[in-house]
Structure formats: C-alpha cells, structure tokens
C-alpha cells in the first residue's frame, strides 16, 4: 500500500519520537493503542464527524478525544499525537498514518515485509523455511504475511517491496516457455 506523502510525515514524526535515543516508547505498544482508538473511530459514523466538522471547536475536538483516550487507557505519547493530529484536522487520515508508522518502525528496527502467496495454506515447517530463506536473500528479518491465492496452481510467489521471487508452477512453466523460445 502507498501512502500520502502527509501520511508518511506524520508517521515519521511519529517514529522518531517513539524511537528516538531517550525514548522508553515501545512502538508497538504505541501502535496498538493507537489502533483501539482508530477501531472506536472507525465504528462510530457520529465520532467520526464530530472529529472532523470544521464546526465543532478544537477545544471540544481535544476533550473528546482525551476522554476516549482515557477509557482506553492509552499512553501520553498516544493521546499527544491524537490531539496533534485532531488540532491540524488529519484524524480523518489516522488509518494511513498508522499503516505507514508500523512499515517505517519496522523497517527502523530492520524489519522487511514479505507478502507470501501459495495455492495452499501452509504449514508451520513449511512457513519456517520460506521465512527462512526470504531472510538469506534479503540480509533481513522478515515480517511474513501469507495468503492462499486459488490462482495458483502450485508453489507461491513471494514480494518484498518491489521484488517478485515467483516460485509458482505458472512462473517456471512461463521461464521454461522463454528458455526454449530463445533455443
């Protein structure tokens, strides 16, 4: 998924305070209370509009939002950037600011994502080794997210940002096809 180039700034900003030196923040502690805000958000329509009318005041904007921040018992750091986020109207953007805080944090700690497709579901040895071997290629820990495409014949296919790593028995069958079209 990309992201704003506003998102991503928010994000950033987000993940240096969480991050920095002198931070005690745990980041996916952070994200996951920032992420029980965003689900009381998104499942509340009058919430939602009251937080980003341009005609309720600020101040009240910022009471609600503490109050919920304090039923949810989220963090000072997590209530802050809720209300730096209410104050300059993005909360409407909370969802992707998050999704673009959890990829930048993990690739801080140097993490990459793996998004893994297979015509099966697989195993636990079978996700070991593919995790496995995605680290050995990549130099990397690898956060895996897997998936059961019925497209697939067999095998899978692998993306790690740009990089397709295609596994799949129409990927070799297609290579075979080139290899002895070339011949």
Do not use: C
Request: glycine share 10%; aromatic share 4%; hydrophobic share 45%.
């Amino acid at each position: 998924m990309t992201h704003s180039a506003l998102a991503s700034r928010y994000a950033s900003a987000l993940v240096d305070v969480a991050m920095g030196s002198k931070s005690a923040v745990d980041p996916h502690q952070l994200l996951g209370e920032l992420r029980g805000f965003e689900e009381v958000l998104a499942g509340s329509a009058e919430l939602r509009a009251a937080l980003t009318s341009p005609s309720v005041p600020p101040a009240r904007k910022r009471a609600v939002v503490g109050r919920i921040g304090e039923k949810l018992g989220v963090s000072r750091v997590a209530r802050n950037f809720l209300f730096v986020l209410t104050d300059h109207r993005r909360i409407a953007m909370l969802a992707e600011v998050l999704e673009a805080f959890d990829l930048l944090s993990d690739e801080r700690l140097g993490f990459t994502r793996a998004e893994v497709s297979s015509a099966r579901e697989l195993d636990g040895r079978q996700r070991d080794a593919v995790s496995h071997e995605l680290e050995r290629l990549t130099g990397k820990k690898v956060r895996m997210r897997y998936a059961v495409d019925g497209g697939l014949l067999g095998g899978l296919v692998a993306r790690i940002g740009s990089t397709v790593y295609d596994g799949s028995v129409r990927g070799q069958l297609h290579a075979l096809g080139k290899r002895m079209a070339a011949e």
